[in-house]
């Protein structure tokens, strides 16, 4: 590698290098308890997928390139530099993990290895080696933010055909449009994704609700958090924060995506307005009698699978419980469970970019956990396990049915009569 | 006799361990890792939060708990966090011991022909320092190691394996203990009153070899401190912070 882009990567290294990077790449003692917390590991076994083999490629390049070890006695951490195979590592350590952050829970010191692989992202941008597909789609994403007032008309239109089958499920309340868009004043702001199975359980449950609500023009998905792109992960979230801000809404609400709910809730800075994933909401509307759900409506057992980014990286925990709880008296946990549970393997962008065969063989474990768990039905809150469950289902011959929580719930809607 | 050439070298060798790389090492390691506290401080603070949940009601308080309690290790790897303990708390009393050994500190009284311990302390950190030095060799855990990680575990038994000897040896003569704490306490008394005199006058057992090794690979220990994964010592607790704040 020649040396200006040996310098490139350095500048962009260091910009990386903030109070908690510079703890991460110092302090690990190579202990070993990280790595059984991956489930790429627990299904793969091999050094490279465990967090502290993906971290040691950064901290061997940080070695080479920012300490004196990496000058006079190289061979003492084995490091690597830029140009062998640095960027090799770095993609395979950065694009086999989900960014799950199990890991963490399992480091006596707490070590996360997402943001140390947000350091390999941003190397393999700087070599142009990052995962165009999510390049592109982050490029669309924010192309759309700009250029939505033009498609307005458009998105509109194709909102009004969803409306029945919103009203299928739940009356629209009396003087609201039954999927309204750019109300001002709302009480909520929903943020969906470009589908509508994102917009017509959600529209029907508000609705249930009585709900002062309307719906963004924008998808909450943040391909750019994958790619691991901060400059363009802000402006994906700013399009939203925007239209919040010109709404003057008091709450945004996300639809299940794990990485959106967290991106919006904890890393697009302080807001006037509060930000919650619909589980929130759903189960708020529960404990405050705004929404009844009519027990029966689910045949089997069902257990719930907690999405990372939503339980361990963001809080939603207990929530999905309760509702489960207003839903169904036949439930079981997965084990482990929570903040423990197994990641489904699909996180980190991995879905977006294909990885088919990669997604299956490393999400083993996940199957095992819930095979054992005996369950007729699964379900979850967030769209990417959804999907990953809905393939792992297909390729392991699970036989089960994959549920989003969102979906259950609107279809156990009832007490219309009662509360009209 | 008068002392030849190579004798008068190892003397002038032995003082400059005893003595001045004393105070080199010390510093170097507190330097060290002052400057490495400061480029820590002067580094911008991350974007967003980086804790995960459940969040504590008291995140100091369940910061501290992982850091000196370690349960994330307890609740996995038992055995593990059994030798860890052992041996943290080995690392604290061994510290207390030679700190007694500064001729104001009398934890043991003055007149004890033993330091903290009698001996146990020492044991107390070699033991589980093997067990990390086998641990390493097994399954994951060798190949996630670096040579560095070897030679520290090493460095460290050696330093520890020489203590013990220097403590056995003090009951190996016919005359019971050549050296009791009142003589290293002169030594230490030497060190702290800057007054440069060779401990030699004060430490005549004959394994004074052996302590001069112990001295000096204990001074290579806190010079590489600073740049090691020992400081671990000094960034377990706010790295458990971010985790949980």
Redesign the interface.
């Known amino acids: 590698m020649d040396e200006i882009t040996t310098g490139h990567l350095k500048r962009l290294f260091e910009t990386k290098l903030n109070k908690a990077m510079r703890l991460y790449l110092d302090t690990c003692a190579r202990c070993g308890l990280c790595v059984e917390a991956c489930h790429v590991y627990a299904s793969m076994p091999e050094t490279k997928y465990t967090p502290v083999g993906r971290a040691e490629v950064i901290r061997k390049l940080f070695k080479r390139y920012f300490k004196l070890q990496g000058k006079f006695a190289p061979w003492l951490g084995e490091t690597i530099s830029f140009g062998d195979i640095g960027m090799d590592k770095a993609y395979e350590a950065a694009f086999s993990c989900t960014g799950c952050r199990r890991c963490v829970g399992f480091c006596p010191f707490g070590i996360d290895t997402q943001q140390v692989m947000g350091i390999a992202k941003l190397l393999l941008m700087g070599v142009e080696r990052q995962p165009q597909l999510l390049a592109m789609l982050s490029d669309m994403s924010i192309a759309k933010g700009e250029t939505y007032v033009e498609s307005g008309e458009n998105y509109r239109e194709a909102i009004k055909n969803l409306e029945s089958q919103v009203e299928a499920l739940a009356p629209t309340p009396e003087g609201r449009e039954t999927i309204p868009v750019d109300v001002q004043d709302a009480d909520i702001l929903y943020v969906g994704l470009s589908g509508a199975h994102s917009i017509i359980p959600a529209a029907a449950i508000m609705n249930a609700a009585k709900e002062n609500w309307t719906l963004s023009y924008f998808e909450a998905v943040n391909f750019a958090a994958w790619l691991g792109d901060a400059k363009k992960q802000a402006k994906i979230s700013q399009r939203i924060v925007d239209e919040a801000v010109r709404l003057n809404v008091k709450e945004v609400v996300v639809v299940e995506c794990g990485t959106a709910t967290r991106v919006l809730k904890f890393q697009s800075g302080k807001h006037d307005f509060k930000v919650t994933s619909i589980v929130e909401l759903i189960d708020r509307y529960i404990a405050e009698g705004r929404i009844f759900l009519k027990p029966g409506t689910l045949q089997g057992r069902l257990t719930y699978h907690d999405p990372c980014q939503l339980a361990r990286n963001g809080g939603v925990i207990e929530e999905p419980r309760r509702v489960i709880g207003a839903l169904t008296g036949d439930f079981v946990e997965l084990t482990p469970n929570r903040e423990e549970n197994w990641c489904c393997g699909g996180g980190g962008g991995l879905i977006s970019m294909g990885e088919q065969e990669f997604r299956m063989k490393s999400a083993k474990v996940k199957v095992d956990q819930i095979k054992a768990a005996r369950a007729d039905i699964i379900c979850t809150a967030c769209e990417n396990c959804h999907t990953q469950l809905t393939e792992l289902n297909d390729y392991y011959a699970m036989g089960m049915k994959v549920e989003s929580l969102t979906n259950l719930v609107a279809r156990a809607l009832t007490g219309f009569a009662e509360k009209n | 006799m008068a002392p030849t050439g190579f004798t008068l070298f190892l003397d002038g060798l032995y003082y400059f361990i005893m003595v001045p790389l004393v105070y080199i090492s010390i510093t170097v390691m507190v330097v060290g890792i002052a400057v490495?506290i400061a480029?820590?401080?002067s580094?911008?603070?991350?974007?967003?939060?980086?804790k995960?949940?459940?969040?504590r009601k008291r995140p100091a308080l369940a910061a501290l708990g992982?850091t000196f309690g370690?349960s994330?290790?307890r609740k996995?790897?038992p055995v593990?966090w059994f030798f860890l303990m052992w041996f943290h708390l080995g690392i604290a009393f061994l510290i207390l011991g030679h700190l007694d050994l500064f001729p104001s500190i009398n934890i043991m009284p003055a007149a004890s022909r033993h330091m903290v311990g009698a001996g146990f302390v020492g044991v107390s950190v070699t033991v589980p320092a093997f067990y990390f030095l086998f641990r390493r060799f097994v399954?994951?855990?060798r190949?996630?190691?670096?040579?560095?990680?070897y030679?520290l575990l090493l460095l460290l038994l050696f330093i520890f394996l020489l203590g013990d000897m220097i403590s056995w040896g003090n009951s190996w003569t016919a005359h019971g203990f050549v050296m009791t704490k009142a003589n290293f306490s002169s030594y230490f008394g030497i060190l702290s009153s800057f007054t440069f005199m060779n401990p030699r006058t004060v430490l005549y057992g004959s394994h004074y070899h052996f302590i001069v090794l112990h001295v000096f690979l204990a001074e290579l220990f806190m010079m590489i401190l600073p740049?090691s994964?020992i400081?671990?010592t000094f960034?377990?607790l706010?790295?458990?912070m971010?985790?949980?704040r």
Do not use: Q, W
């Not at chain 2, 580094?43 to 980086?50: D, H, K, M, R, V």
């Not at chain 2, 995960?52 to 969040?55: D, E, G, I, Q, R």
């Open positions: 490495k480029s820590i401080l580094s911008p603070p991350p974007a967003y939060s980086l995960t949940f459940p969040a992982d370690m994330m290790i996995r790897k593990f399954g994951e855990n190949h996630i190691s670096v040579p560095a990680d030679l740049f994964k400081v671990h960034f377990s706010p790295l458990n971010l985790r949980r």
